[in-house]
């Protein structure tokens, strides 16, 4: 089993995880944890609804945010698709999806304020990205058959629609729906940097300690995504799709000479922007990446890869819980819900809970990313799973386990993680906006200080940090012969 | 062990009769050769027949072989014994085998020719390569009983009689579903025609030839 090149990688990767953890920082600082996780779960279990009105406000506008924005992303997105063999398409694409929606929003915020459009760019264009790049690798995997016995003349437009759309549509569909609950999550959490959706609202609730209030926001919330296959309805979407941009509130007016301050003065580099020429810059480059990012770098490597391994633990860990040849019906159903909560709760909001509850240290950070991310896998290595017929005589229990169905899935189990690999360091370094010191801390702590042309570099870095991975992530994919395909991917 | 006895089975898929009701007893120490062809219920008679003895801990060799790709050859082996191991055993031994089992599967490995792959993943064999597995398997699980479902079907020549020779030796009373007529013959003592989902003919192969069994196909 150990000359198996899988096998191996896994355990060079924990070994890795290990000597991090000798490094990362997990400590307890709070005075009372478990009876603030006491009180929180209090929260849940007896929610006060009774604030009707900013309730029905903070879901309202996290779900405007949500369409308009991945709406708009995938519009934009099946364009791009269809000129993707482009070189510069796809490195366009794979830069703006680098960059985190947050990180977008931070952005947006220096010029266009707290205006709405803010909030829709920061969520269209990261996805626009991932669309354009998803939609291209489900339209090469239709069949190239049809198209190339259509009749001479058909016109490239009704071609396209009658041969590789049409083949394409129902895994377009699929993945566009998963994208939108992905856009939930995603707004909720732009109400963190200030937009009127739901974890803006949740933060005002934490900091006065209304845990009643956290408690009917965050039900409302996964109630809101385990039932969006009853409300999103093909008929139902042109409806959404028209009335999102109504419901986006009106927010702050933009200012224009914000926009080309910013442009022209904010973003270019201090020692640009006093004449002090190429050497001043080198200097202000050389100090910003020995005080912020390679520190930053540093400690979002250490926690991408601690929180990776976690992930993958608890994610083998846990798919038996949806998994039939584990299960029975009740206790089936009851593992699906525990799956849908822990996906559900998108992990910067689940990391600032348990900030508030543990303290800043990186186990809130590393705890969130393998919750959510775990939950995520499990629940695709579950499905995966469920496809496989086991012989009529399979051991049970461990044995039918380990021997059955484990190292069946531990190949797609692999795919998914390597693909999560770069989700997983895009979240951790944005946790730094909530004071664990991963790059995202070293851009909030420069916007803070009105110093654009920092936090700019340090955004760029992380991007290409993310980028770096991707491309070491699919390496990793092909020499182990990780079959991945677009309709696999969450 | 006492005699086996099928009373009246049937088996359905929705609310298509796909096998019976039919009646068959086994003698023990008798190997039966159910001959028909394809479609006419043979798998389905063998996977009732594992449901309705599955006490007595019956080897079943199912027509897809139920084999773990990515396990190795000596692995897959193994799982025929996982119920004669506690779990922490076997974890073990998914890391890192036990000598005295590997010493106890090789010569099975040998004897089938495919020593030489004991490490190798199974997704990486051929389907004959991945046939002698599984009967290994079933070789090693052990027990009074083997129902197999065309074990020798990826298989010619003398490899397919070697393999047909082991699984007869190796179990005194086995069920076995099988095209190859000839063999089937050579190796059983009794032949179950299947027609149907019905016996169509129930005879000793001391008395029935390769033509007896035409009208069958």
Redesign the interface.
């Known amino acids: 089993?150990?000359?198996?090149a899988?096998v191996r990688t896994s355990l060079g990767f924990i070994a890795l995880a290990i000597a991090c953890a000798f490094f990362a920082d997990f400590q307890i600082s709070t005075q009372a944890p478990w009876q603030e996780l006491g009180r929180l779960m209090l929260g849940l279990v007896m929610p006060d609804f009774l604030a009707v009105d900013f309730l029905g406000e903070a879901l309202l506008r996290t779900l405007a945010f949500a369409f308009v924005g991945v709406g708009l992303g995938a519009f934009t997105g099946l364009l791009l698709a269809l000129v993707f063999h482009s070189a510069w398409v796809r490195t366009g694409c794979a830069f703006v999806r680098a960059i985190h929606e947050l990180f977008w929003a931070l952005i947006f915020l220096q010029f266009f304020g707290l205006h709405p459009l803010t909030g829709v760019l920061a969520i269209a264009i990261p996805y626009a990205g991932i669309f354009a790049k998803v939609y291209a690798e489900i339209l090469d995997e239709t069949d190239p058959q049809p198209a190339r016995v259509l009749p001479q003349g058909s016109g490239r437009v009704s071609g396209l629609a009658f041969t590789r759309l049409s083949q394409a549509w129902p895994h377009l569909v699929n993945y566009t729906s998963y994208r939108l609950e992905c856009g939930l999550r995603s707004s909720a959490v732009l109400g963190f940097v200030g937009m009127p959706t739901l974890g803006y609202y949740l933060e005002s609730a934490f900091a006065q300690g209304l845990y009643g209030s956290v408690g009917a926001l965050l039900i409302l919330f996964y109630v809101l995504i385990a039932t969006l296959k009853l409300w999103v309805r093909p008929r139902l979407l042109p409806f959404y799709l028209l009335a999102a941009p109504f419901l986006l509130g009106s927010g702050l007016p933009i200012v224009w000479s914000n926009v080309s301050r910013f442009f022209t003065q904010d973003i270019v580099p201090t020692p640009l922007r006093n004449g002090e020429g190429i050497s001043g810059l080198m200097t202000w480059l050389l100090d910003l990446m020995t005080t912020q990012a390679l520190p930053g770098i540093w400690n979002t490597l250490l926690l991408t890869q601690i929180a990776l391994v976690i992930t993958g633990t608890l994610a083998m860990m846990l798919f038996p819980l949806i998994s039939r040849h584990f299960t029975g019906r009740i206790s089936g159903t009851l593992g699906h819900v525990a799956l849908v909560v822990m996906r559900s709760t998108p992990e910067y909001l689940l990391a600032f809970i348990l900030l508030q509850l543990w303290g800043p240290s990186m186990l809130p950070a590393v705890v969130a990313l393998a919750l959510h991310n775990g939950g995520i896998i499990a629940h695709l290595v579950g499905q995966r799973s469920n496809q496989l017929t086991?012989?009529?005589?399979?051991?049970r229990?461990?044995?039918r386990y380990?021997?059955?169905v484990a190292?069946?899935v531990?190949?797609p189990f692999l795919a998914l993680l390597f693909y999560r690999w770069e989700i997983i360091m895009r979240e951790t370094a944005i946790l730094g906006i909530l004071g664990i010191a991963t790059l995202g801390f070293y851009v909030d702590s420069a916007i803070q200080e009105i110093r654009f042309d920092r936090a700019l570099v340090l955004i760029l870095i992380t991007a290409l940090l993310n980028i770096g991975v991707d491309i070491l992530a699919r390496r990793l994919r092909s020499r182990l012969r990780l079959r991945h395909t677009a309709t696999s991917e969450p | 062990m006492s005699a086996l006895a099928l009373r009246d089975a049937v088996a359905e898929y929705g609310t298509i009769r796909v096998l019976g009701p039919l009646s068959l007893t086994l003698a023990v120490g008798e190997h039966v050769a159910l001959v028909g062809k394809s479609g006419a219920g043979k798998s389905t008679l063998l996977?009732v027949m594992?449901?309705r003895w599955r006490d007595r801990g019956?080897?079943?060799m199912?027509q897809d072989l139920?084999l773990?790709?990515?396990?190795?050859v000596f692995?897959n082996v193994y799982?025929g014994g996982?119920?004669r191991h506690h779990?922490w055993y076997?974890?073990v031994t998914?890391?890192?085998p036990f000598r005295r089992d590997v010493h106890a599967i090789m010569p099975l490995l040998e004897h089938l020719d495919i020593a030489d792959k004991c490490?190798t993943?199974v997704g990486e064999l051929s389907g004959g390569e991945r046939q002698r597995v599984a009967a290994a398997r079933a070789i090693h699980q052990g027990g009074n009983l083997l129902l197999a479902d065309e074990p020798v079907s990826a298989l010619d020549g003398p490899l397919a009689e070697q393999l047909m020779a082991a699984l007869t030796t190796a179990y005194p009373t086995a069920v076995l579903a099988m095209h190859d007529v000839e063999l089937a013959l050579r190796f059983t003592d009794r032949v179950v025609g299947i027609a149907d989902g019905c016996i169509a003919l129930d005879e000793p192969s001391l008395r029935l030839s390769a033509q007896d069994l035409l009208p069958l196909y």
């Open positions: 089993m150990w000359q198996s899988t086991l012989r009529q005589d399979a051991p229990g461990l044995d380990a021997y059955e190292p069946r531990y190949g | 996977s594992f449901d019956p080897a079943l199912p139920g773990v790709p990515t396990l190795s692995h799982m996982l119920s779990g076997n974890l998914l890391a890192r490490w993943p």
